[in-house]
């Protein structure tokens, strides 16, 4: 992607904390996610790797329905132009990336590999999908949060019998470790007694390298 200054994020804009629902939805507009099955057929004729993150990929692992605010599938960021182009003429795209929003257009194409892609019809239609973008080494899956780990997408994803692939869980689980919100401790519950001894291992040992007093550890 070619570097553009007027795709810059201007220097010094701090990064905001999360809105509240109403004023989310005041200021960008509120939500219509679609489920794996809609979002399956939706991305059908995307040529790039894609999968399933977040709590989908957390419930589809522990059979435990929960609610869901969003639909998370992720990209490679090296794959971010091809998915723009591939929506290009009936959906719009934009970048969400600390808290900041602009289009992710022909005028501003430069990414941030660890930012998130926004996708709805048009300004009067509610958002159907949220793609966190996932860096690249080579083809390869990179942890955002750990950038040293890096691991053929085979190993980190799991194929379901949906047929669509899937985030492995404990590595859905750590990518929500920061937040701590009352969805993400119920995921915690939910999930960890689950893991299995090497699961439990990955997740205690990633964990521990961004957080050593993180509540997490104690039940790992």
């Not at 997408?153 to 985030?167: E, K, M, P, Q, R």
Request: glycine share 4%; net charge neutral; aromatic share 12%.
């Amino acid at each position: 992607m070619k570097n553009s200054a007027a795709a810059e994020q201007p220097a010094g804009l701090p990064t905001a904390g999360p809105l509240p629902p109403d004023a989310f939805h005041r200021w960008y507009g509120g939500w219509d996610p679609f489920d794996p099955s809609s979002n399956a057929n939706f991305m059908q004729g995307f040529e790039r790797p894609w999968w399933i993150i977040g709590g989908w990929a957390i419930e589809k692992w522990t059979g435990v329905a929960r609610a869901h605010e969003d639909m998370d599938i992720s990209i490679f960021a090296s794959d971010a132009e091809a998915f723009r182009i591939f929506l290009a003429d009936r959906w719009t795209t934009w970048n969400m990336d600390n808290s900041w929003l602009r289009p992710f257009d022909h005028r501003f194409r430069d990414v941030r590999p660890g930012s998130s892609i926004w996708v709805r019809k048009d300004a009067q239609s509610a958002w159907v999908l949220d793609v966190p973008l996932t860096p690249d080494k080579s083809g390869k899956w990179t942890n955002k949060k750990l950038p040293s780990q890096v691991a053929p997408l085979d190993d980190v994803t799991w194929v379901a019998d949906d047929g669509l692939n899937y985030l492995r869980p404990e590595i859905a689980l750590f990518m929500k470790h920061r937040l701590l919100r009352e969805k993400d401790r119920a995921d915690a519950a939910t999930l960890l007694p689950r893991l299995d001894r090497q699961q439990r291992h990955w997740l205690r040992d990633a964990v521990a390298q961004v957080r050593p007093d993180h509540p997490w550890l104690d039940s790992l």
